[in-house]
């Protein structure tokens, strides 16, 4: 069976510090990885997306950046820390086969930047 | 810029059908229409999704009018486990973004 992991699950990081969250996905082979951010009380934003290794779009002009080194992981990073970037980051994969697109969500890196 | 509309809260009493309409006035022919909930501090959960005819699963009912321009999500027994914010979600594609979705409350 498919699994999802991200880590860390919870971080506090200084303005202006770097940032790596990572996600592997288990038990299938090129997956639409995803990148989404929740902040408090708001809804989900879509902030990158990759269809294969190498390939990442880009939803939202900001101070993040994401890679996939490995088919079966993404890594969404941060030179410098924003105030701004606090919130609830949200790793999700889909099978990327067929015409239906059903996500399947990690468990969530809540990220504090004071 | 989500291309579904939902109102913002419902309320449900516990074990009655909760009924979660959906807006997607400009969907298009190959468009599929997804439901998720997220309850605090988790991540979203897939529920079901559709093109054209209605869907069930052990979860929900998915109906979708003959238009295909709006669609109702049906938890037909709705629990208080069954609190959480619900979105309807309309894509083709790989860019699956989510709206404000509709909080829904089941009180006992």
């Known amino acids: 069976s498919q699994t999802i992991h991200q880590w860390p699950a919870t971080l506090v990081q200084p303005v202006g510090s770097p940032l790596s969250l990572e996600c592997t996905v288990e038990?299938?082979?090129?997956?639409?990885l995803y990148w989404y951010r929740q902040a408090a009380g708001r809804g989900l934003q879509l902030l990158f997306y990759?269809?294969?290794?190498?390939?990442i779009s880009s939803e939202v002009p900001q101070n993040l950046s994401a890679s996939r080194p490995q088919d079966r992981q993404f890594i969404l990073s941060s030179k410098k820390l924003l105030l701004s970037d606090s919130g609830f980051y949200l790793c999700?994969?889909?099978?990327?086969?067929?015409?239906?697109?059903?996500?399947?969500f990690g468990a969530g890196s809540r990220l504090t930047v004071l | 810029d989500a291309k579904t509309t939902q109102p913002p809260s419902m309320d449900c009493a516990e074990g009655r059908a909760a009924n979660l309409p959906c807006n997607h006035s400009?969907?298009?022919?190959?468009?599929?229409v997804y439901w998720y909930r997220q309850i605090h501090s988790q991540g979203p959960q897939y529920i079901i999704h559709?093109?054209?005819n209605n869907e069930t699963n052990e979860m929900a009912s998915l109906i979708i009018t003959e238009d295909r321009k709006s669609s109702t999500l049906i938890l037909p027994h709705a629990t208080l486990r069954d609190t959480a914010v619900y979105y309807c979600?309309?894509?083709?594609?790989?860019?699956?973004?989510f709206g404000a979705g509709t909080r829904l409350t089941v009180k006992p």
């Open positions: 400009t969907i298009s022919g190959n468009e599929y």
């Open positions: 990759s269809v294969g290794i190498g390939q």
């Open positions: 999700a994969w889909s099978t990327g086969t067929g015409r239906a697109n059903v996500l399947t």
């Open positions: 979600i309309v894509s083709r594609a790989n860019d699956m973004r």
């Open positions: 038990g299938t082979s090129n997956p639409n």
């Open positions: 559709g093109l054209k």
